[in-house]
């Protein structure tokens, strides 16, 4: 598992937005990497994406490295934000795009604002 959680690390240091999810961002497998994909997408954030039913072993080991039980998973600057109930409020709420500026990511502001605009 050691070698899993390198890997792990070594990813999300190496890429500002990272999404481990089900499947990828042009195919997702589950609705809830569906979503935080497809909202990243739309943003025009350019993510990392790491389908973790390639390999059991990561499908695991990014439970036990976050100490959080589901999938999808979002990291930014190798911080792990949160699934897709927390990235869905965060979207709505704003706090995305301020997470996403303070990090220096570049999104799509508009985009960003139609997301809220929709679902508001």
């Known amino acids: 598992?050691?070698?899993?959680?390198?890997?792990?690390?070594?990813?999300?240091t190496e890429n500002d937005v990272v999404l481990?999810?089900?499947?990828?961002?042009?195919?997702?497998?589950?609705?809830?990497?569906?979503?935080?994909?497809?909202?990243?997408?739309?943003?025009?954030?350019?993510?990392?994406?790491?389908?973790?039913?390639?390999?059991?072993?990561l499908r695991q080991g990014i439970k036990e490295f976050s100490d959080w039980p589901t999938i999808p998973q979002l990291y930014v600057k190798g911080e792990f934000v949160g699934g897709c109930d927390i990235i869905t409020e965060m979207t709505l709420s704003g706090e995305l795009d301020t997470m996403l500026e303070q990090n220096g990511v570049a999104f799509d502001k508009d985009a960003a604002e139609k997301i809220r605009e929709a679902n508001g």
Request: glycine share 10%; net charge neutral.
């Open 20 to 57: 481990f999810m089900k499947g990828t961002k042009e195919m997702p497998q589950c609705g809830f990497s569906s979503r935080v994909a497809g909202v990243l997408n739309y943003m025009g954030v350019n993510f990392k994406d790491v389908n973790v039913l390639a390999d059991d072993g």
């Open 1 to 12: 598992m050691t070698q899993v959680k390198d890997t792990i690390q070594q990813t999300v």
